[in-house]
């Protein structure tokens, strides 16, 4: 067997990327969107900030011991969990709508990944609301931890979607 043979048939026996192979898959603009802006990721940034802002309430909690960063981090997680389920309404949408996006094996895994934080924050609320103040040490601080831990993996997930994949990007620039 010549070398020329041997590469043909090592190049006919690759995979094939789907995702290459059928242009329409390359079409991945936002469908739920406002003049352009995918709502998806406007409204991310909130459970973002929400989650972060709820370890950070139980952190001064444990070092002052003042009722009032017990009482921020109820708030905070609550509402963390309640805009994270408007944005996984948006994104989950998004995926079952667009084929470009749920042609990639990527976006089932932010997906997975975002629905197991979704739990988490809804666990950390749940926790709080049988007693805030005793809900912070260990328990909550332990949900907290772990709940900015998974958002760091959704969001590295979700960014890797918009900067590689160019999902919910517009190709015009409008």
């Known amino acids: 067997m010549t070398t020329d043979t041997a590469r043909q048939e090592v190049a006919e026996t690759r995979l094939v990327d789907p995702v290459e192979q059928n242009p329409g898959f390359h079409r991945t603009e936002s469908k739920i969107a406002v003049a352009g802006h995918p709502i998806h990721a406007m409204l991310v940034a909130f459970p ?50 667009v084929p470009g996006i749920r042609a990639r094996s990527a976006s089932w895994t932010h997906f997975i990944i975002a629905v ?30 772990f709940a900015v831990s998974f958002t760091g993996f959704t969001g590295w997930h979700g960014g890797k979607l918009v900067f590689e994949y160019q999902i919910g990007v517009s190709s015009t620039g409008s």
Do not use: K
């Not at 900030?49 to 009722?67: F, I, P, V």
């Open 48 to 97: 973002i900030a929400l989650t972060t802002c709820t370890l950070g309430a139980d952190l001064l909690y444990w070092w002052t011991g003042d009722l009032f960063w017990a009482r921020a981090a109820l708030w905070a997680s609550g509402a963390g969990f309640l805009f994270g389920v408007l944005a996984g309404i948006a994104g989950t949408v998004e995926l079952l709508l």
């Open 116 to 145: 197991m934080l979704l739990s988490i924050l809804g666990a950390n609320w749940g926790y709080r609301l049988t007693g805030y103040e005793q809900a912070v040490l260990p328990y909550g601080l332990l949900l907290s931890l």
